[in-house]
């Protein structure tokens, strides 16, 4: 099937959804409409592929969700999709729709199963790096990313108030169940005295030192963001172990949860998005397959999906290092 020409793309969105999921929908839709291919949007990610759910779509089915968070198609974590009985059935209702190759716009998982399918039935596929956990290899950012960074800090900001009012020490735990990425630079931005992230050995001891160390020079208020992976026992039993040690401290602890993965995109997303939605229907048609398309150093590049999937992005050690200055 890879030599086909391509005459008809299906695009779907897999995995957790991410802000500028439809900024990257659209640009899809309407760069086939561009190079006079059909497009069809499958819903519910693989579940529509798997259930005969997929419709037709032309620009102006795209129109006025450039802005809008979530996705149009709707997304889903498929179990059918990860048994072979539910891919071939996924096979049959591509032949029977004339999808000759897939736009999959999602994360590591998402791109798993489109290798594997893509190993079974030889069906192109290009992958977008939808994720707000940036958690990908092959592309500096992923799409949603940028947005739930500002959602983050904008709600530490909030909470910064009321910490300072009350002289209190936040525990605030960020999104990121295997990354720390969320919780490193918004940390930054927002000014946490410390951040706790699964990439790094942390220990309540440390995270004590700290508070102590910023209290000794006058500090009455903390914030510490602590990524939802991190290795401690989460964050409800990092703030009891702190409160353990330090019966004085008000603390509180909030957890961000899913409102970071919601809202409109912000311009940085929505223009990676449309970009990288143009690049991966360039690249099918251009014959490239088993590719995500991402974003290094501003330009446009294509990573072997086994890479994407497998090899992780380092945390910065720079920016680590930043974190520990500033809290001093
Ligand atoms: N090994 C696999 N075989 C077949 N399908 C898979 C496999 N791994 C993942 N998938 C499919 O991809 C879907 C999305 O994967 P997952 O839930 O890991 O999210 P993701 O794409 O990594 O996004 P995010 O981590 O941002 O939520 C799964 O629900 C499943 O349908
Ligand atoms: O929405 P769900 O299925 O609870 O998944 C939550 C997970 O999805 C993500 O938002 C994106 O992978 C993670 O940061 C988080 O751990
Ligand atoms: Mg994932």
Redesign the pocket.
Known sequence: MTKTTIKKIGVLTS??D?PGMNAALRAVVRACKYYEIASIGIMHGYEGLIHDDMIELGPRDVKNIINQGGTFLKTA?SEEFRTKEGRQKAYENLKKNDIDALVVIG?DGSFTGANIFHQEFDVPFIGVPG???NDIFGTDYTIGYDTALNTVIEAVDKLRDTATSHNRVFFVEV???DAGF?ALNSGIASGAQDILIPEQKDSVEDLCNSLERSEETGKKSSIVVIA??EQLGGVYEIAKQVQARHPEYDIRVTVLG?I??GGSPTCQDRVLASRLGIAAVEGLLDHKTNLMAGIRSNKVVFTPIDEAIKKHNEIDEELIKVANILSI
């Open positions: 995995g957790g991410a974590r994360g994720t707000i956990d999104m990121g169940r969320i939802e992976g899913h970071q993965r």
